[in-house]
T-cell receptor
């Protein structure tokens, strides 16, 4: 089955600086890669996603890049703010037998702390 | 913005008892999921459900677990004869019809924290 590795496990960044979180996946058939932000005791909240037919996607201060050959994808947060502090999870989709109903395999999470 | 809702937010149960966790997916979504997150760990897939049947289940989802869509709005996870290691946050998620080539985002509820004593 799919395996997703995520690094680093913790990351501290000065406010205003950039943060980068990296993930690798094992299954070359995976074709959908979302990123979730989870604040303490809250639901995982989708912040950005990318499909395998594109290499980069940006939404304001957040961007995701995908390298299908190397099977890795990264989350980039620029101009970090204190409210960016949270745990971030990457995930990869693994198509189930029923097309269109993809389960998500999650990485182990990165605890991002923004230092004011 | 529509949300996935889950009840209860916290469930405390004696070991060996049965629990039912309830979810109301987003109304126009057709795919439903349960995930589990043990405290401080990653989110783990349990089961996916489409067209009134299980589409996929993980090794965690053994005979102790079952899912049901009893009516047009609710989606439930039942855990029979709970064990201490079942203590975790259980998240329900739903997604729209994705079609053959595209993937649709999964939206998560706030979760039910299950504590087995």
């Amino acid at each position: 089955g799919e395996n997703v590795e995520q690094h680093p496990s913790t990351l501290s960044v000065q406010e205003g600086d950039s943060a980068v979180i990296k993930c690798t996946y094992s299954d070359s058939a995976s074709n959908y890669f979302p990123w979730y932000k989870q604040e303490l005791g809250k639901r995982p909240q989708l912040i950005i996603d990318i499909r395998s037919n594109v290499g980069e996607k940006k939404d304001q201060r957040i961007a995701v890049t995908l390298n299908k050959t190397a099977k890795h994808f990264s989350l980039h947060i620029t101009e970090t703010q204190p409210e960016d502090s949270a745990v971030y999870f990457c995930a990869a989709s693994f198509r189930s037998r029923n097309f269109g109903n993809e389960k998500l395999t999650f990485g182990t999470g990165t605890r991002l702390t923004i230092i004011p | 913005e529509p949300e996935v809702t889950q009840t209860p937010s916290h469930q405390v149960t004696q070991m060996g008892q049965e629990v039912i966790l309830r979810c109301v997916p987003i109304s126009n979504h057709l795919y439903f999921y349960w995930y589990r997150q043990i405290l401080g760990q990653k989110v783990e897939f349990l089961v996916s459900f489409y067209n009134n049947e299980i589409s996929e289940k993980s090794e965690i989802f053994d005979d102790q677990f079952s899912v049901e869509r009893p009516d047009g709005s609710n989606f439930t996870l039942k855990i029979r004869s709970t064990k201490l290691e079942d203590s975790a946050m259980y998240f329900c998620a739903s997604s729209r019809d994705s079609g053959f080539y595209s993937n649709q985002p999964q939206h998560f509820g706030d979760g039910t924290r299950l504590s087995i004593l």
